[in-house]
């Protein structure tokens, strides 16, 4: 249960900024479980409280939880003062809640991206120690063979530290490029290019298939997104350490 003044819950949903909130509770405009609210001071529980605002329901939760299909050419953050970050494509009510990207996809990455506004979840789901794994389809540079299988199973010497033991299929091998899939227990910056680069493959395209138990859900397209379901959640948060299994 969370509860939480009127005019605070109506400007977290960016209804308006907090004057504009009170103005419209003391012109009678906002009602909670079908009766009109004039006191903003007023504290409701979020999860159980129907809020409407000129008789229109509003979506009042506050904690959101988000499978994204990332598009290349967003910066996964928050926000940045130049460029479009993954949050333009959520309605502004996302950042206003406080829902963020789990981990770092590369601005030319594409594929499964989550968000949340559960900030020790999303600690907890990076925090090294715990493994989540992540899958990604990589399309590289030249012919793949048994000899990077190898390399990725044992573990790669980057420059400023060595890559745990990851997995390597191959999934087609060509004297121009290959394609394969790669499972890695990390989330160094730019880990799986450099994984590549430090055998001597280019990576060309790169696409997070699966994060921990979460795989992409192939009914979207790039640049659509999704709640995850409730059963997403429980696994999500099992995988964190947060509910037993
Ligand atoms: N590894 C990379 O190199 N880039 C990503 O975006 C994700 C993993």
Redesign the pocket.
């Known amino acids: 249960m969370m509860k939480i003044r009127l005019d605070r819950w109506l400007a977290a949903l960016s209804v308006g900024s907090r004057t504009e909130v009170r103005e419209l509770i003391r012109k009678g405009r906002v009602s909670a479980d079908g009766k009109t609210v004039r006191d903003p001071a007023l504290s409701f529980d979020t999860d159980s409280a129907v809020l409407q605002l000129d008789g229109k329901t509003l979506d009042g939760r506050l904690v959101r939880h988000v499978m994204l299909n990332k598009p290349a050419g967003l910066l ?1 953050a928050a926000r940045d003062r130049k460029q479009p970050t993954v949050m333009d494509l959520l309605p502004g009510e996302y950042a206003g809640i406080g829902c963020m990207p789990v981990g ?3 601005k ?2 594409t594929g499964l991206l989550l968000l949340t506004c559960d900030g020790e979840m999303n600690h907890r789901l990076l925090a090294p120690g715990r493994h989540v794994d ?1 899958v ?1 389809r990589a399309s590289v540079s030249g012919r793949l063979t048994e000899r990077e299988v190898l390399a990725f199973a044992e573990g790669l010497e980057l420059s400023d530290f060595r890559a745990k033991p990851a997995e390597l299929r191959i999934l087609t091998a060509g004297e121009e490029s290959s394609e394969a899939e790669v499972t ?1 227990t990390e ?9 590549f680069s430090a055998i001597g493959h280019e ?1 060309l395209t ?1 696409r ?1 298939l699966r994060f921990g138990p979460l795989t992409l859900d192939e009914a979207l397209s790039e640049g659509q997104w999704r709640e995850l379901t409730e059963g997403e959640l429980r696994l999500l948060r099992q995988a964190a350490g947060m509910e037993e299994a």
């Open positions: 996964t770092r996809l590369d030319d990455t992540k990604y890695v989330g160094k910056f730019h880990q799986v290019k450099r994984m990576v790169l997070r």
